[in-house]
């Protein structure tokens, strides 16, 4: 046994080595692979958050603006939340050319008016305003954007909400002369929500750089 120890330990330690060098370098891997996970999340992250220049048109339609995000690869700047949507939408991520996520924020301060139903009944059209047959109020509001009904017989609720989204791609030219722009500085998108109860609180829009 010894002979042989004296035989070959140069080779038993050349293979401890190499075993040694193989764990560091695979823990050395799964480090990396962490960090740049964190920081891809991290990423989104701070695009997702990034505050929007906000302005006003049409006298009372709030529109945002925002640099669009130019990235190598998109599923870099995904979080694991946009990848597993992505996912149920059956969406290839290695395929996806753009991606936008918009969060909005719907409140709403209304005066109701009453409209007079039939006890224990939700349709107003059957109502009658005689107090004697025991009628009950139903509050309403209505607009363009906002359907609102109470009926507090039956603590019955129903909001209808409509709203429209416009968006719009604009390139930001990198050198303006007079009348002349040339070169490609980025872009930025531009949204707006018609609906005078919405807020758009954040915007997400990233791009492959082309």
């Not at 695009?47 to 190598?72: A, G, W």
């Not at 998109?74 to 149920?88: G, N, P, Y």
């Amino acid at each position: 046994m010894k002979n042989i120890w004296k035989k070959y330990w140069p080779y038993l330690v050349m293979l401890g080595l190499w075993v040694l060098v193989a764990v560091l370098a695979c823990s050395c891997d799964r480090s990396l692979k962490a960090e740049n996970e964190k920081l891809r999340q991290e990423l989104a992250h701070a695009q997702q958050y990034t505050p929007l220049q906000r302005d006003t048109i049409r006298d009372t339609v709030e529109m945002i603006t925002q640099k669009i995000v130019e990235v190598e690869r998109v599923k870099e700047a995904l979080t694991k939340e946009d990848k597993q949507l992505l996912k149920d939408m059956d969406a290839k991520i290695q395929a996806i050319e753009s991606y936008q996520k918009i969060g909005t924020e719907t409140a709403a301060k209304v005066v109701l008016s009453r409209d007079t139903v039939a006890a224990n009944s939700t349709d107003a059209s059957k109502g009658r305003s005689d107090s004697k047959s025991g009628a009950d109020s139903l509050l309403t509001f209505k607009d363009a954007w906002l359907d609102l009904k109470y009926n507090p017989v039956d603590s019955f609720l129903l909001i209808q909400l409509r709203d429209s989204l416009a968006l719009a791609v604009e390139k930001e030219y990198k050198r303006k002369f007079l009348l002349w722009k040339w070169g490609t500085k980025g872009y930025k998108v531009k949204a707006v929500s018609f609906c005078p109860y919405t807020t758009i609180r954040y915007n997400t829009y990233v791009r492959k750089r082309r």
